[in-house]
Nanobody, 121 residues
Framework: EVQLQASGGGLVQAGESLRLSCAASGFTFDASHIGWFRQAPGKEREAVSCISNGDGNMYYADSVKGRFTISSDNAKDTVYLQMNSLKPEDTAVYYC??????????????WGLGTQVTVSS
């Protein structure tokens, strides 16, 4: 059974940082495409970042490039999202998900429970 356990959300001020973690189990982590989506109130769920654990390629939404960094620890079956220089528009529920290589929520087979990120101005 695939399980994705996300954590690390919280309330921060604009310009501050947070790191999200997603502990995964139930599949071959080091061959997976795993990443993060987010959904703000009244908006559609959107892709934020995806990592291909097989070749190390990383992908980012334009809105977070240069501020967010995705990484994974294959020994711990955990994927991280380091979020720096946070902006109020980053406020959303963040979801760990796979497979993310299609970049669309419609391509996702497994979702973790979300973690709330709130950025105050």
């Amino acid at each position: 059974e695939v399980q994705l356990q996300a954590s690390g959300g919280g309330l921060v001020q604009a310009g501050e940082s947070l790191r999200l973690s997603c502990a995964a189990s139930g599949f071959t982590f080091d061959a997976s495409h795993i990443g993060w989506f987010r959904q703000a109130p009244g908006k559609e769920r959107e892709a934020v970042s995806c990592i291909s654990n097989g070749d190390g390629n990383m992908y980012y939404a334009d809105s977070v490039k240069g501020r967010f960094t995705i990484s994974s620890d294959n020994a711990k079956d955990t994927v991280y999202l380091q979020m720096n220089s946070l902006k109020p528009e980053d406020t959303a529920v963040y979801y760990c998900a796979l497979p993310c290589r299609g970049w669309s929520p419609n391509d996702i087979n497994y979702w973790g429970l979300g973690t709330q990120v709130t950025v105050s101005s």
